[in-house]
T-cell receptor, first 109, second 112 residues
Framework: RKEVEQDPGPFNVPEGATVAFNCTYSNSASQSFFWYRQDCRKEPKLLMSVYSSGNEDGRFTAQLNRASQYISLLIRDSKLSDSATYLCVVKGGSYIPTFGRGTSLIVHP | DVKVTQSSRYLVKRTGEKVFLECVQDMDHENMFWYRQDPGLGLRLIYFSYDVKMKEKGDIPEGYSVSREKKERFSLILESASTNQTSMYLC???????????FGDGTRLSIL
């Protein structure tokens, strides 16, 4: 079983739609969680950290469910510029993060 | 803002050459990492360093070595480049086990 799993997609949604991605992790001792965004042929960029109580940054909401061992990312009012690959990252208390392989999002007019 | 700078965006080398990829960060981070990213395989950790002159193997260290003589600089060395090392190479830095990593722009390396 992979340590961090994501649906690769692609998720194909119209502008203005709400879309959600989940990411499951296998290490119950995981302590830190992040979402990154990666554009085609570019480096991953930190989108947001995920806190236990859930957190919001504009149109983006991240949540953590420790009991079921998954994190989620919700994007409201999707923009064309949101088209990218979204990487889930989990850290288990060491310096080494575990990356998911990413979920591809395509927002169309 | 954290700045991680990789020396080259694009690089073309020949089989058998010794190749140096340089990475510099400006945030005094203790931890630095080298990854490669290939289609369908995601990010794979090559080497990491948690202090000056310290290095640890990641998941795919074969054919690579690293050097960290100064805190801000982490170099990846391909001892004898081979075509299967054609890839996107990403450097990252971070501070502490609960902090996120920050990536450089990446180097697209082609070995001919």
């Amino acid at each position: 079983r992979k340590e961090v799993e994501q649906d690769p997609g692609p998720f194909n949604v119209p502008e203005g739609a709400t879309v959600a991605f989940n990411c499951t992790y296998s290490n119950s001792a995981s302590q830190s969680f992040f979402w990154y965004r990666q554009d085609c042929r570019k480096e991953p960029k930190l989108l947001m950290s995920v806190y236990s109580s859930g957190n919001e940054d504009g149109r983006f909401t991240a949540q953590l469910n420790r009991a079921s061992q998954y994190i989620s990312l919700l994007i409201r009012d999707s923009k064309l510029s949101d088209s990218a690959t979204y990487l889930c990252v989990v850290k288990g208390g060491s310096y080494i993060p575990t990356f998911g392989r990413g979920t591809s999002l395509i927002v169309h007019p | 803002d954290v700045k991680v700078t990789q020396s080259s965006r694009y690089l073309v080398k020949r089989t058998g050459e010794k190749v140096f990829l340089e990475c510099v960060q400006d945030m005094d981070h203790e931890n630095m990492f080298w990854y490669r990213q290939d289609p369908g395989l995601g990010l794979r950790l090559i080497y990491f360093s948690y202090d000056v002159k310290m290095k640890e193997k990641g998941d795919i260290p074969e054919g690579y070595s690293v050097s960290r003589e100064k805190k801000e600089r982490f170099s990846l060395i391909l001892e004898s480049a081979s075509t299967n090392q054609t890839s996107m190479y990403l450097c990252a830095s971070g501070q502490g086990p609960r902090q996120p990593q920050h990536f450089g722009d990446g180097t697209r390396l082609s070995i001919l």
